[in-house]
């Protein structure tokens, strides 16, 4: 049962455009969404998170959208670069307890 | 120490063998938690420790796999009888809970490739 599902396994977007990688998931009862980055041959590195009170967090170049009613989130890095090319891992969390992990999107950027 | 150090980072074994996998967290964090990645496959959940408190150990795959922490710190992850798909990266990851995950985030160690053959 994957209560967090990342449909797309890949994603190739040009530098300086808009990258937008997708989460679904299942349990209305997750109360923090996370994104994190990872690169081969190291563990995920966290990147941004939002709170189900919320439906945006911004960081930078880095955005976080949520929407709870199609129980949805997305990740939208702008302006992209090649440097941001990675497999990228929606989680979520249940009234902080341990993160559940979609089975992550490899985006790369090319010049 | 300065992060999440895992060890060995690369292990083959033969299959029926039984292998231990190390965890040294973050000093100080109080949550420690074992995942594993397959090939082609997302971040699976096996087991978290809490404190003093009992494990969560809801997504261990079967009873051939089993965890430890000794003294709030170190963790040992075994597996006996390995089997071919359990070829996997072993990842482990500590925090200090001191927030929502919203706050906290994990911090992951490199992982230990496991290969069975």
């Known amino acids: 049962d994957q209560q967090v599902k990342q449909n797309s396994p890949s994603l190739s977007v040009q530098e300086g455009r808009i990258s937008i990688l997708n989460c679904d998931y299942t349990?209305?009862?997750?109360?923090?969404f996370l994104w994190y980055k990872k690169y081969p041959a190291e563990g995920p590195t966290f990147l941004i998170s939002?709170?189900?009170?919320?439906d945006k967090n911004e960081d930078g170049r880095f955005t976080v959208f949520l929407n709870k009613s199609a129980k949805h989130l997305s990740l939208h890095i702008v302006p992209s670069q090649p440097g941001d090319s990675a497999v990228y891992f929606c989680a979520a969390s249940e009234n902080t307890d341990k993160l559940i992990f979609g089975t992550g999107t490899r985006l790369q950027v090319f010049p | 120490g300065a992060g999440v150090s895992q060890s060995p980072s690369n292990k083959v074994t033969e299959k029926g063998k039984d292998v231990e996998l190390r965890c040294d967290p973050i000093?100080?964090?109080?949550?420690l938690y074992w995942y594993r990645q397959s090939l082609g496959q997302g971040l699976e959940f096996l087991i978290y420790f809490q404190g003093n408190s009992a494990p969560d150990k809801s997504g261990l795959p079967s009873d051939r796999f089993s965890a430890e922490r000794t003294g709030g710190s170190v963790s040992t992850l075994t597996i006996q009888r390995t089997q071919q798909e359990d070829s996997a990266v072993y990842l482990c990851?500590?925090?200090?809970?001191?927030?929502?995950?919203?706050?906290?985030?994990?911090?992951f160690g490199s992982g230990t490739r496991l290969t069975v053959v």
């Open positions: 990851a500590s925090s200090d809970r001191k927030g929502p995950p919203i706050n906290y985030g994990y911090t």
């Open positions: 349990n209305s009862m997750f109360d923090y």
């Open positions: 939002i709170s189900s009170i919320k």
């Open positions: 000093s100080g964090h109080t949550a």
